[in-house]
């Protein structure tokens, strides 16, 4: 076990990542934000969200104070947006519950809105150097690989991973360094796709490795075709401005603006089908389905005129695209500003 973890810091200060925007810093703030966005996101993509997000929100009681439109906004574009949500949920009760100050150990932290195990024990591992082990996708495949763990990594088997990564916690080795060695070895060698193992600093003890059974290892989920669902999305513009509506706070984008869908909301705004464009179709993938999108450009001359139901707000396209829309709204809000941009410049 002293093994495991020494060639795992060993190999993280020399080989591993330290140059992301959020590393060298122990302010508990930019840890969690961090880790609340690299969940079920690639680091690349991370790296272009933090920074405008620190420059907007630099401490949690900036975040706090912010509507959660203006939080929407920033995130649009990273995708499961419950993350926004939470995230602002947590900031909020940092400030009322905390003082403004987040607590200092796993247990703790895990109780906070948007905070896992795994991710508690990494915020505490980075900000406070507590021992505490973490257990995400890409650890999950570490171990599974090092220790040739058998079966899918949830229920039993994960039970068992969380004692494993427990039992493996190095007692005298700086906690974070240990931590991102873990994290940056799931993310750049053990990979779930052509595995580079001969770099691998834990290739002569990796059980996987030894017995040619890299690529069986972590057992795979049973894949399953994703149900596919339909949406017909209303883009009702002057040229210059775009009715959108809010969601329910719950649910697919939930708090986002998006079109009003549906074709039989024809008849609430007084329009028929003659005032349709038909744009090409489009799929947006979710975790759990596929969405076919069907939009229909519906020009019109006067916007005030569809903006008394509730839910229901008039945005200038410009502004559209700055508010909190889900990224294939705003592709097609852009499609919009485009077709439409000869009336706009008159």
């Known amino acids: ?19 992301l925007p959020w590393q060298g810093c122990r302010d508990p703030y930019p840890v969690w934000l961090s880790e609340i966005m690299l969940q079920q996101t690639q680091v690349t993509t991370v790296s272009g969200y933090f920074p405008r997000f620190m420059a907007h929100f630099p401490d949690v009681r900036a975040l706090a104070a912010a509507p959660l439109d203006a939080v929407f906004s920033l995130w649009a ?13 947590c900031a909020v009760k940092v400030v009322a519950a905390h003082g403004g100050k987040f607590p200092e150990t796993a247990a703790a932290l895990a109780e906070l809105p948007g905070i896992g195990r795994s991710t508690a024990a990494a915020i505490a591992a980075f900000a406070y150097s507590e021992r505490a082990a973490i257990l995400d996708g890409n650890v999950k495949r570490v171990l599974c690989r090092c220790f040739a763990i058998e079966g899918v990594p949830v229920g039993t088997v994960e039970k068992e991973l969380w004692a494993l990564a427990s039992s493996l916690l190095p007692a005298s080795v700086d906690m974070s360094v ?27 003890s990796c059980l996987a490795w030894q017995q040619g059974r890299v690529q069986d290892l972590p057992t795979p989920k ?12 209303l883009l009702i513009t002057d040229g210059k401005n775009i009715l959108l509506q809010r969601r329910p706070p719950t ?11 549906g074709l039989e909301r024809l008849l609430d705004f007084g329009l028929s089908a003659r005032n349709l464009q038909t744009l090409p179709p489009r799929t947006h993938v979710f975790t759990h389905f596929r969405l ?26 410009e502004d559209a695209l700055q508010a909190g829309v889900p990224a294939p709204v705003s592709r097609l809000l852009r499609e919009v500003m485009a077709l439409t941009s000869d009336k706009r410049d008159i």
Request: proline content about 7%; glycine content about 8%.
């Open 222 to 233: 049973i894949k399953t075709r994703k149900p596919q669902r339909r949406s017909e999305f």
């Open 178 to 204: 240990y931590t991102q060695g873990l994290m940056d070895l799931g993310a750049t060698l053990c990979i779930a796709r052509k595995p580079r193992c001969p770099e691998c600093p834990l290739a002569t």
């Open 292 to 317: 076919e999108i069907h939009p229909y450009l519906c020009r019109v001359e006067q916007m005030l005129l569809f903006v008394s139901e509730p839910g229901l707000e008039c945005l200038t396209l």
């Open 251 to 261: 649910g697919i984008w939930g708090g986002l603006l998006t079109p009003p869908e």
């Open 77 to 89: 574009g990273l995708g499961y947006y419950a993350r926004a949500r939470n995230l602002h949920a």
């Open 1 to 19: 076990m002293t093994s495991f973890a020494h060639c795992i810091t060993h190999w993280q200060r020399h080989f591993g990542r330290h140059d």
